[in-house]
């Protein structure tokens, strides 16, 4: 691999899992120490500890079937019974596990570099694939798998393991969300790209525009859902002052725009979830109505936990992380809080940090690293 495509795969990898709660600027020196892997019944908060892990977990656990997958540093991925927290396989890389994504018949686990396809009801391994740069981000779109490379997003075959197809664009780090009608959304920090995902060719891209916001204020990921695709950007002449864009997955063309005020914006996230786009600044948390633009609610919140999105939501209740492990449920029709659950280390001299959540139909598993200062 070139020298400088090396460096950018290292950095990208370094700073995903900086992103993800095994290091932060708000824990220095810190030792990991254990994990634990709770559920929490979403309309109420009541919770229960389904197991606890000696290693860190490096990722957001998974959902298939009636099993919650489960990444640790020490090299495992557990398949364990979402209601007894029994084991029921485990297996065991060549690398630590940044990510897991279930999706169709397979359960793909990002170790290292490494792809693997695990039979979700055994662990066996269908198939892998080796790639140029870490595993991180792996996402489903229409029926394939696709994650980051350094000469550009892959679309695997998740029947075969086999590359359907490749864009062909040198970045350190894409995002990637499906759209409707065999499309998909690929975001690089000045471009959008729309792909057709039959064929990958690329139906229309942005044009390369490193001033969409003002200096300091790098637009946030674009994230992307049935006909849309939604972007926090500061305006072009102030860093903070802060607007949600609405572009038509057809065209690019821009549907709607709502600005969101004067915001530091060092914590910008964004979510889709059924009709409403959630956006974060700092500690604010706003509700917009994905069809009109139109604000819905405002609520204040304590900064989150993660980077990327770092929340999670279904149709009725929208769930964050926040600093220290505490997970705050609001209702997603009025903002109004559900619960809290205001999470403790076991020794005081310790902190807890979310390193990730998946949402089910009535439950929110939610895995936590425990880190000694």
Not at 1 to 17: C, E, H, K, Y
Not at 124 to 150: E, H, I, K, Y
Not at 217 to 226: H, K, Q, Y
């Amino acid at each position: 691999m070139r020298p400088f495509l090396f460096l950018v795969a290292f950095l990208t990898a370094i700073s995903t899992v900086y992103a993800r709660g095994s290091f932060g600027a708000d824990q220095p020196q810190t030792t990991p120490v254990s994990a634990t892997l709770s559920v929490f019944d979403i309309s109420s908060g009541k919770a229960k500890t389904l197991f606890t892990l000696d290693d860190q977990s490096l990722s957001a656990p998974a959902f298939a079937g009636r099993n919650v997958f489960v990444a640790t540093s020490g090299k495992k991925v557990l398949a364990i019974d979402s209601k007894t927290g029994h084991i029921n396989w485990e297996y065991t890389t060549n690398h630590p596990v940044f990510s897991l994504l279930t999706a169709s018949k397979e359960v793909y686990v990002g170790a290292g570099a490494t792809l693997l396809a695990l039979d979700p009801r055994t662990g066996t391994v269908r198939w892998s694939f080796d790639n140029d740069m870490a595993l991180t981000d792996p996402a489903p779109a229409d029926g394939l798998v696709t994650f980051n490379s350094v000469d550009g997003p892959i679309a695997m075959d998740p029947a075969t393991g086999k590359t359907r197809w490749r864009l062909n664009v040198q970045w350190g780090y894409f995002i990637c969300s499906a759209l409707s009608d065999h499309r998909l959304c690929v975001w690089k920090p000045d471009e959008i790209y729309v792909i057709d995902t039959e064929s990958g060719k690329t139906l229309w891209q942005s044009a390369a525009d490193s001033s969409v916001s003002a200096p300091g204020a790098l637009p946030s990921p674009a994230v992307a859902a049935g006909e849309v695709i939604c972007q926090l950007r500061g305006s072009r002449t102030d860093p903070r002052d802060w607007s949600i864009f609405n572009l038509d997955a057809g065209s690019g063309k821009t549907l709607w725009k709502t600005n969101l005020g004067d915001h530091l914006g060092a914590a910008a996230r964004t979510l889709i979830s059924g009709n409403t786009v959630y956006c974060v600044l700092d500690e604010n948390l706003f509700a917009l109505d994905l069809k009109t633009g139109e604000k819905k609610w405002r609520a204040s919140t304590k900064p989150l936990e993660t980077n990327g999105t770092g929340m999670t939501a279904d149709a009725n209740t929208i769930v964050l992380p926040q600093i220290g492990g505490n997970l705050l449920a609001l209702d997603a029709e009025t903002g109004k809080q559900r619960w809290l659950d205001e999470s403790s280390a076991p020794s005081r001299k310790n902190i807890m940090r979310t390193a990730g959540m998946v949402i089910t139909t009535d439950s929110v598993y939610v895995a936590r690293n425990e880190f000694a200062r």
